[in-house]
C-alpha cells in the first residue's frame, strides 16, 4: 500500500504571519481590479439576453459579423473565438435587447441567425447553442444565487455549532469567509464570467473547504482528549494536521487530477467551474491549515474558557510549560504566537 507523508512534523501553524500577508495580498489585487474595472461579468443567465454559439465554415472576418449584426439592430453585441478558428460566441445584451426578451426570449437570437445567413450564406453559419434569458428571470437567478450560498453559509455555521464548541465553528465560518472572498478576487482576477455553473462550482468549493476544516478540527477535538504534557494549542494543531496529512494530499491530488482534466478536455461550458474549482483545491488546503487553525488559536486566547475543557486544560499546560522554560520574570507565551 502506498503511504506517503507518514509520521511528519512540519511546523506549519508559526507560518501564519506569511500566509495572512499572502491571502490579503491577492484580495487587495482583486478589490483593486473590482476598483478599476468595476464589479464582476455576470452571463446572460443572469443579466437577461442572448447567447449564441456559432460556427462557420471558414473562419470570419470579425470586423464584417460585427458591422452584419450592426446593420440588423443587434448594436454593441459581444464576439469572441473560441476553441478553432471557425468557432465563436455572440453575446447581445444591450439594455433594448434584454427589454426585447421580456415579450420574447428568442426573439434576438432567431434575428441573429437571419441576419448572418444573410451575408454569409444559408449553411455556412450553424448555431451550435442558443441561451436566451428575459430580464425577469435573469433577475430572479441572481437573487437565487446569492441566497444559496447565504443559507449554505448559515447551516454550515449551525452544523458546526452543534458538533464543535463555537470556537471552532466560529473559525470554521471565518475560513469559509476568506475562501468567498478569495475566490471572488480569483474570478475578477481572471475575467472569468459569473454563471450559475460559476456559482454551483462555489458552492462545492465552499463544502469541499468546510469538510477539510472539519476533518482537522475533529482531529484536535480526538486528540485534546489524550495525554498532552507540555504541548500547546499550537502544537497540537500542528500534530493533528501533520496527522490528517496523507488523507489531505490523497483526496486534494485525485480531486486536482479531475479538475485539470476537466479544464483541459472540456467545452467551454464547462471550463469555467473547471477554473474555480481547481483554483478551489487550492484555497481549501491552505485555509484548513493557514486560516482556520491561526483564527482558532487568535480566538482561543481572547475567549478562554471557564471550564476545565480539555482545550483549556491544553492551553493552560502550554502556557504554563512555556513559562517555565522562560528566564524568571519571563512573560508566559500567548496562544496566538505561539
Not at 449554505?152 to 458538533?163: D, K, P
Request: proline residues 3%; aromatic residues 8%; without cysteine.
Amino acid at each position: 500500500m502506498l503511504r506517503i507523508f507518514h509520521d511528519t512534523k512540519y511546523e506549519f501553524v508559526k507560518h501564519w504571519r506569511w500566509a495572512a500577508g499572502l491571502t490579503i495580498a491577492f484580495i487587495l489585487a482583486g478589490l483593486i481590479t473590482f476598483g478599476i474595472t468595476g464589479g464582476v461579468n455576470y452571463s446572460i443567465e443572469f443579466t437577461g439576453g442572448t447567447l449564441m454559439q456559432v460556427q462557420f465554415k471558414t473562419p470570419p472576418n470579425v470586423a464584417d459579423v460585427r458591422a452584419t449584426l450592426d446593420q440588423a439592430g443587434i448594436t454593441g453585441a459581444e464576439i469572441q473565438q473560441f476553441g478553432t478558428a471557425t468557432d465563436y460566441t455572440i453575446r447581445a445584451r444591450e439594455e433594448k435587447q434584454v427589454a426585447q426578451q421580456a415579450a420574447g426570449a428568442e426573439g434576438i437570437s432567431k434575428e441573429i441567425q437571419s441576419a448572418l445567413d444573410k451575408k454569409f450564406g444559408a449553411g455556412a453559419v450553424t448555431v451550435v447553442r442558443t441561451e436566451a434569458v428575459g430580464p425577469k428571470v435573469g433577475s430572479e437567478l441572481r437573487s437565487g444565487a446569492a441566497m444559496a450560498m447565504l443559507i449554505a453559509s448559515i447551516f454550515t455555521l449551525i452544523y458546526l455549532a452543534i458538533r464543535f464548541d463555537w470556537r471552532f465553528g466560529a473559525a470554521a465560518v471565518l475560513s469559509t469567509v476568506h475562501d468567498i472572498l478569495v475566490t471572488f478576487a480569483f474570478i475578477k482576477l481572471l475575467h472569468i464570467e459569473v454563471s450559475l455553473t460559476v456559482v454551483a462550482a462555489i458552492l462545492t468549493l465552499l463544502g469541499y473547504s468546510a469538510n477539510d476544516t472539519i476533518i482537522i478540527f475533529d482531529r484536535v477535538r480526538e486528540n485534546l482528549r489524550k495525554p498532552h504534557k507540555g504541548m500547546t494549542l499550537g502544537q497540537l494543531l500542528d500534530k493533528s494536521i501533520n496527522e490528517t496529512l496523507p488523507r489531505s494530499i490523497m483526496t486534494h491530488a485525485t480531486v486536482l487530477a479531475a479538475t485539470v482534466a476537466l479544464l483541459i478536455l472540456a467545452g467551454e461550458v464547462i471550463r469555467p467551474f473547471a477554473w474555480v474549482m481547481t483554483f478551489g483545491v487550492f484555497v481549501a488546503t491552505f485555509s484548513s491549515i493557514y486560516v482556520a487553525g491561526p483564527v482558532l488559536l487568535w480566538i482561543e486566547s481572547k475567549y478562554p474558557r471557564e471550564e476545565d475543557s480539555a482545550t483549556a486544560r491544553a492551553a493552560r499546560a502550554g502556557n504554563e510549560a512555556a513559562a517555565a522554560a522562560k528566564p524568571s520574570g519571563g512573560r508566559p507565551e500567548r496562544l496566538a504566537t505561539r
